[in-house]
């Protein structure tokens, strides 16, 4: 589907006129440089001196050139040893086979064959160059090629590819851009295809663009021409092997053991909640971290378009939407899902997230014995979640007024939670709000706690403090005869915590 890119080829500068001139007669002798090889030689002094090349003539050496041509010759031909030992590799194994083996035994077994190839390739490669090749053809081979090195770095949360020449990444709220790069767009596109390929999902021309998820549950999308204009483009969010806690919460100052302690009450009471923020702000870790608090007796059923959901509790069944096959046939949506979820006897019922019209069948859940359940959404604030539910619900085809929506909006969510990315990259629960209900036409919340943004201190981060607004819910007696402990000092009025750097 791409080309390869050509080689670039090494241009001898022109010769001076006098030097033209000073060639032309025959009694001028030619001088004769001797050429550096092109690939470092094992034992100099073992070895005989090479012969002189035929160069083009000129006064100047080509020492005397640029050291960039030669580096660039020297990496275009590493490349091309590396792809004819991968070549052999395939001939030689069956690497389909291999890839789903497991152990190190298999990887011992693999690189021990790549070594051997590389020892019948007639360039010389030093020791460093042949460790290289054998790691970069093994990552081919057993995982996603140049990603790998940086999916081994535990404190990357985000991986973003514009094209096969760059790579960006997010460690610790900042933006980086790495050195990793890929050979070319075909190159990436085959990374791509084996990530997908293994959720049993496709990336061509019909289907553009796709949502899929690694083996670790991280989030994979991917969008290719003719949509993405400059090439393949390709996003990882990821999910690090240790989950965030809530301890880590608490640790990192994104929340105060107060509101833990609500939000915990609020779960086992079977209050339906909806987590609201924008892309990157941590929903999808936030909702994973509130069904931690449901109980191991509940039975829960999981929707997602890829999952990413790791509930611990062992009664739990996970579904996954599927995109259409290749003749258009066969999708199963977010709300096919849904529906045929309410029919499996559910306790609860978990949303990864709600963004069209399976918003109107999740407030149908909540508002028919399916107490508990959770989900997320795209907005804002807890204000502009209710626009957006309003939104989503008009996207199911019913012509619904806008009062009715909100009606069963305010009967069915008793609590919001929004989440937010600072600047600078802190993570914060900015605030956490009840719907008490309808008054005229419009849907009251009222919030019990919330982040105040200070402004922004010297490292550039955004710091402020969480406060309790004084309001206490007005399910309190729901929350006490539930058996959730909770010590109702929690709301009254004052700042909970501020954050340690502000000032």
């Not at 619904?400 to 629960?429: D, E, W, Y």
Request: charged share 25%; net charge neutral.
């Amino acid at each position: 589907m791409f080309g390869r890119a050509k080689i670039p080829v090494l241009k001898v500068p022109k010769l001076p006129e006098a030097d033209k001139s000073a060639q032309a007669t025959p009694s001028a002798p030619q001088s004769t440089v001797p050429t550096e090889p092109s690939a470092p030689i094992a034992n100099p002094a073992s070895t005989a001196p090479a012969a002189p090349a035929l160069r083009p003539p000129g006064p100047a050496p080509l020492s005397s050139l640029s050291n960039k041509p030669k580096e660039r010759d020297r990496t275009d031909e590493f490349s091309e040893i590396k792809t004819r030992v991968h070549k052999k590799l395939v001939d030689t194994l069956d690497l389909a086979a291999l890839s789903k083996r497991t152990g190190d035994d298999v990887r011992e077994e693999v690189k021990q064959v790549i070594a051997d190839l590389c020892q019948q390739e007639d360039a010389l490669l030093n020791f460093n160059e042949r460790q290289r090749l054998v790691g970069e053809i093994l990552d081919e081979t057993f995982g996603l090629g140049p990603l790998e090195t940086i999916l081994k770095d535990p404190h990357v949360s985000d991986i973003l590819i514009n094209g096969p020449k760059q790579v960006y990444i997010e460690r610790k709220g900042r933006l980086q851009l790495t050195s990793v790069t890929f050979r070319d767009n075909a190159h990436l596109m085959h990374v791509i295809d084996k990530i997908v390929s293994s959720v049993g999902r496709r990336c061509d021309e019909v289907s553009p663009m796709v949502d899929a998820r690694l083996k670790d549950g991280s989030r994979v999308n991917a969008v290719i021409p003719p949509l993405a204009i400059d090439g393949p483009s390709m996003s990882i969010r990821r999910f690090g092997a240790d989950p965030i806690t809530w301890d880590d919460y608490v640790k990192f100052n994104s929340v105060t053991k107060e509101m833990v302690d609500f939000l915990r009450a609020c779960v086992i009471a079977h209050m339906n909640i909806i987590v609201a923020g924008g892309t990157g702000s941590g929903k999808t870790t936030l909702l994973n971290n509130l069904s931690s608090f449901i109980p191991e007796t509940d039975r829960i059923v999981t929707i997602e378009d890829a999952a990413e959901l790791r509930l611990r509790q062992p009664h739990v069944v996970r579904l996954e939407s599927r995109p259409a096959n290749i003749e258009g046939k066969g999708r199963i949506a977010i709300r096919d899902l849904l529906i045929n979820a309410l029919r499996m006897r559910p306790d609860r019922v978990v949303v990864g997230e709600c963004r069209g019209p399976e918003t109107l069948d999740m407030l149908q859940a909540m508002n028919t014995g399916h107490d508990g359940s959770m989900t997320t959404i795209h907005a804002n604030s807890v204000r502009d979640a209710v626009q957006r539910v309003e939104t989503m619900v008009m996207m199911a085809g019913f012509d619904l007024p806008v009062k009715a929506i909100r009606q069963q909006f305010a009967s069915a969510v008793h609590l919001v939670i929004n989440a937010a990315r600072l600047t600078g990259g802190p993570r914060k629960i900015m605030s956490i709000a009840e719907v008490q209900g309808m008054e005229g036409e419009a849907v009251t919340m009222q919030e019990i706690f919330k982040f105040e943004q200070l402004g922004i201190d010297a490292s550039g981060k955004a710091h402020g403090r969480f406060i309790a607004t004084g309001l206490r819910p007005s399910f309190l007696d729901r929350l006490k005869y539930s058996g959730a402990e909770l010590d109702s000092s929690i709301f009254e009025r004052r700042v909970l915590s501020t954050d340690p750097h502000a000032t």
